[in-house]
């Protein structure tokens, strides 16, 4: 089975599902998206495949969110990819993608649904 994690390795959740992934016998692609960030058709695929909006898949605690305005309720989509593509550190993390789907993997167990 392919499958890839949008990873942060300082964040805990993030090395919990690679561990998990791992356990499983899963050796996954891993993309550190702070350093190689998806484009904002990617970003657009994975929220679809995960079923989730953008504005599910905000870091809304990151204080950028709130200084560019994305936690408005009036925020739109397209801001707030526009915002990811740019500023990276607001895509909620981990993302998994395999055959069998997507999850945003908060909490880390989520993860478990697509292996």
Known sequence: MNVTIYH???CG???????????????????????????RAELERLYDRAGITPSEGLRAKEPIAKDLG??????TDDEILDAMV??????????VETDKGVRLCRPQDAVREIL
């Open 13 to 39: 959740t993030s090395r919990k599902t690679l561990e998990i992934l791992r356990e499983s016998g899963t050796e996954p692609t891993v993309v550190e998206y702070l350093k190689s960030p998806p484009t």
């Open 86 to 95: 740019e500023h990276p550190i607001l895509i909620e993390r981990p993302i």
């Open 8 to 10: 942060n390795p300082l």
């Open 70 to 75: 994305l936690l408005r309720p009036d925020v």
